[in-house]
Every structure is written in C-alpha cells, then in structure tokens.
C-alpha cells in the first residue's frame, strides 16, 4: 500500500532480550483474546504518551497540523487508491448495509479527501497533514510477535501536500526531523536512496520521475550527511524514497523512518491546486501533457510526500527497551521518582506524601513508600525497579523541610555524603533534565 509500514520488512524484526524488564517494568501484554493487538499497561502507556507528546511538540514547531479521520471507510475509498486489488486480503473487511466496507489501514487515502474537500489555492502549500490514528492490517497469525509484528497499530504518519519546487525543502525539513529525534535517543542511522524501475510506456509519469528523484538527491547532498543509492527494480508505483535505518546501543539496524514520494494518488484522487500566474506560465505544457485535455484549467496538481520519523509506537517501545535496557532517562522514564520514609513513624510517613503530593503537582511521575521496613531494603528495591531518583524522608529532612536525593547508579552508598535539598530545588533539577532530554 501505499503508505508505509515499519512491520513491512521481515528482516529487521526485534527480538526483546530484557525479558525481566518487561516484567519488571510492567508495560504491556499480549493476550490470547486479540492476538496481534498489545495491551499498552499504565506504565507503558506513560512511555507512549511521552513520544506522543514529544512528536507534537515538533510538530507545533515545524508547521504541521495534527487531523484526526475515520477508522471505518467504504471499500470504494481503497477501490479509488488502488489499494483494493493488491492490498485487499490483509484487510479487515465487513458489510455495512449491504455495502463492503474496511478497517482503515493507511492513513494517505483520508488525507486526500481532506486535501480535496475544497478548492486549494498555492498560497496554502506546503500542507503538512499529521495523524497518530489507529491503523489494523490482518497479518498472517505466523508473522505475529508481540509489539514488533501486530495487527493494530499507530505510528507518526504524516502526509506533505506541496508544489514540485516546493519538494527538496520539504524532504530536507524531514531529515532535519528525524536527525533531531534521533539524536535525542542517541541513535545513529544511515540514509538510503531506494529507486526503482523507471516507467516506460508513460513519458509524463518517466519526467516526473527523474525530476523527483533529482530532487532527493539534492536534498540529501544539502543534508550533508553519507548516503547510498539501492536499485531495487520493479516494485514501487507510488515514486522514489528514502529509508532510514537506525541503530540502538547494541548495534542492531532497524528500519523506522521513511520519506516516500508519492505519484499515484494525487492523480487517483485528481488532487488540484489553483496555480500561481508564475506557475500558469511555467505550466503551459502541463495542461496537454501532465494533466492532460480533460483536466485543462482546473488547476495543477500537487506533490504528495508520505514520512514517517518514529513509525509505528509499539515497535519503537520495543526498540527502547532493548536499547536502554530498562534504565529509562529522566524524560522519558515511567518511573521517575520514589519517595521512601525512613521509618513508618507518623511525621516520616506524612512527610513522605506531603514531597509525593508536590511532586506528583509538578507533573511527574512519582511513587512513595511508606511501608515499615527498613530504609535500605527500600533504596535497593527502588534500585532494582529502576526509578531515576531515591527520595528518602527521615528526621532530618522532616525538621529542614528537604529531601535526601538519591540518583539511579549513584557511585555514593553513603546517604550521609549526599547533600540535602528543597523541594523546590529539585523540581528545578527536573525541568533542566526534561529540557535536554536526560
């Protein structure tokens, strides 16, 4: 289909050696009751919601639009893209008053009856389409493994809708992306040109394609990182692409991230945009030989680039936690602190969830615990469970109104060597390491 799917390549499957982190950490399960479709628990779902929100905030930055479209679509929808013959059998189809109908499987087709929905005008290009929707594909039961093969899934897809010039920038701005957020992750990666058989018979559809191959080119020159270029032969209908595989901290490739141009469906969904009077000018010929007699003045038609940066979230999730091997950082931990009384006496104990209270207040993920046992099976459970920071409450830090801050894989076991701080102090520690991405 179209769009791209991170599960499409058999090779690069992820095998989660972390067992007891997965345990440990709680974060999803796979259950018998809807095999290929994980349950993200409390903690993972912190996780999700994190890369969640770190995409958006990116987005905001960049310029995109988050949409939100259907789950359901009449088959004369995947009938229109073409998806329906070849895609059809790894669908999940139903009847809906006597008419077929699909889970959705990509998201481009909708974007396109947005883009379409009105008249476009080349003052609103480029329009950069986001949706993290509920994708289902009915893969094989043999193909399934738990979060990195799935029949429900999301991921960060997003469509660009832009004039021809307007495609190396737009394809640069996305290597720009996927370089920052994979540098947070502290991923490395490499960038591959995938071309494919030119077509033959159609010389409009042969121009657009070298055109746009150019454009990639020069995009990843400008990008200025290395790059190769991999002829896969016949293949791709929808145009030229790039595909970014990165690599985690045990030097395993996968293949996440993707930048596809797209010619068909504009074209399948007869895509328009009223043109500049430059572009009328530049685009005499396209009327007769792009776009044809039939659809002389009615505008011209845009570039469609399918990306993805993360791909799918569940297949991420399984990724980072092989590649932190449970020790979540601070920004994106599910367990970020824990507070421990050193003792159940009754001022440690309300102390322990007065700081829990303000902590919790501030936005953070925290735990307390007040049980009546001693402080240092508390610290080395805390360890074990690998929450970023060890509060511990005793006397001292009740009469002060401090805490004891301990960090995960602190070199210091000595608590009395550990200076005590304000509440307030450490919120501001947080803030610094959310900022940086620590």
Known sequence: MADNHPEDEPSLSVVIQNTSSVKQDELFLCHKMSPGSCFLLPHGTRVYNKLIEFIKKEYWKRGYEEVISPNIYNMKLWETSKDAASYKENMFTFDID?????LKSI????????????????????IRLAEFGVLHRNEASEAL???????RFQQDDAHIFCTKEQVKKEVKDVLDFVDYVYTKFGFTYELKLLTFQRPEENTKDLQRWEESENDLVEALQEFGKPFTVVNRGEGAFCGPKIDITLSDAMKRKFQCASIQLDFQLPDHFKLRYSPSDEEKKENVMIHSKVLGSEDKDKG??????HRTVLGSFERMLAILLDHYKGKWPFWISPRQVIVCSSSNNENHRS???EVRRQIHDAGYHVDVDTTDRNISEKVGEAEIAQYNYILVVGDEEVATRQVTALLRDSSCSDRSKVPMMSVDALLDVFKLRIVKFL
């Not at 998201?107 to 480029?126: A, D, I, Q, T």
């Not at 011209?300 to 680039?305: A, C, D, L, S």
């Open 107 to 126: 998201n481009g087709p909708g974007h396109c009856l947005m883009f379409e929905h009105r008249v476009r005008s080349y003052r609103e290009l480029p």
């Open 145 to 151: 493994s738990g979060l990195t093969h799935t029949r």
């Open 98 to 102: 006597k008419q077929e109908f699909g």
């Open 351 to 353: 102390y322990a969830e």
């Open 300 to 305: 011209v038609r845009p570039v469609m680039i």
